[in-house]
């Protein structure tokens, strides 16, 4: 089914330890986003990419890395887990952005507990 | 910048009450409003949306009207049915960023 998987959907990290969550669209999209979600915090915004080769910050991007060798993938690294990492993050992909009404599809959710 | 304000939740409702939920943004120039909704366990999925002044976004029994004057864009259903427990977001998409309210949890008692 067409649409955009995380991996892996929970994980327990130790601080300290590095990781990358995976995500992966097969929409031909050019516009994929990290965020996480806390509660009573909504969603914020790590990392963005308008296209292979092209990333931005977003709102909360200390901690965390990118890049986005392919249309496809936009990996995102957790360089040095801290227990305020501790969140669920979702990957989301759109066909491009700029008013134009497309929207965001969303992966399913990756759940980190950094303990 | 560029921001969404919902109301805070949790909202509870009797089955087939009327709902509403309120949602205000700030924005320049002329951004796409939206709606996801959240189950519990899942991503977000789009409910509807409305990429311009006075377009009605629609969707299982969900409607939301663009208001400019007003810079809102209210939620509403007439008769909600306890399947439609869940988180929802106001979100809007203002050329290469796209922010969201902070969620509304509506819970719908049989």
């Known amino acids: 089914n067409a649409g955009v998987t995380q991996t892996p959907k929970f994980q327990v990290l130790k601080t300290g330890q590095s990781m990358t969550l995976q995500c992966a669209q097969d929409m031909n999209h050019e516009y994929m986003s990290w965020y996480r979600q806390d509660p009573g915090m909504g969603l914020r915004l790590i990392h963005y990419?308008?296209?292979?080769?092209?990333?931005d910050q977003g709102e909360v991007p200390n901690g965390y890395n990118v890049s986005r060798s392919t249309t496809e993938d936009f990996p995102l690294r957790l360089l040095s887990a801290a227990p305020s990492q501790t969140s669920v993050y979702f990957c989301?992909?759109?066909?491009?952005?700029?008013?134009?009404?497309?929207?965001?599809?969303f992966g399913s959710g990756t759940r980190l507990t950094v303990v | 910048g560029d921001s969404v304000t919902q109301m805070e939740g949790p909202v509870t409702l009797s089955e087939e009450a009327f709902l509403t939920i309120n949602c205000t943004y700030t924005a320049t120039g002329y951004p796409s409003l939206f709606w996801y909704v959240q189950y519990p366990g899942e991503g977000l999925q789009l409910l509807l949306k409305a990429t311009k002044a006075d377009d009605k976004g629609s969707n299982k029994g969900f409607e939301a009207t663009y208001r400019k004057e007003t810079t809102s864009f209210h939620l509403e259903k007439g008769s909600v049915q306890v399947s439609d427990s869940a988180v929802y977001f106001c979100a809007l998409d203002n050329f290469n960023k796209f922010y969201f309210g902070s969620g509304t949890k509506l819970n719908v008692k049989p």
């Open positions: 989301a992909s759109s066909y491009s952005m700029g008013g134009q009404g497309y929207g965001y599809t």
């Open positions: 990419s308008v296209g292979a080769g092209i990333t």
